[in-house]
């Protein structure tokens, strides 16, 4: 699939995960080539670029979603996908922060928890990790 909302959802999400994430993706399309093309074209090519939030927020808004559903290892993911647009490390915190009271502490432990080994990992994976 190669339509204009896959190929801008593709840089979108490239732009926020780096070479690692690549690898994620190749993973996926040799599983279901349709899943991995529907989020390209939907998720990234269609709700991402949106004009009304800025990638920034997006990101936030996504990690807050995964630590809400306990899902730590996607909220390490856009923690990465924030960080690559611009966010720091104390936004990142205060969003998992904000969310505590309504998801519950451990939801909340395990995100902040997958955020601490994206920003002790940064600098040692950053080639993988930055954007392409």
Known sequence: MTNEKWK????IRDE????EGLER????YKICPTHADAIHEYCFGTIWDRPNLDLKTREM???????ALDL???????????????A????LIEVILQCSPYIG??????????AQ????NWEAKKDDWNPL
């Open 16 to 19: 926020a995960f780096g070479k």
């Open 61 to 67: 808004i996504v990690m807050a979603a995964a630590a």
């Open 105 to 114: 502490f451990p939801k909340t432990n395990h995100a902040l928890k997958a």
């Open 8 to 11: 801008k959802g593709k840089k």
């Open 88 to 91: 720091n490390k104390e936004e």
């Open 25 to 28: 993706w190749d993973d996926l």
């Open 117 to 120: 080994e994206i920003f002790d």
């Open 72 to 86: 730590p290892h996607e909220v390490g993911l856009h923690v990465r996908g924030a960080l690559n647009r611009g």
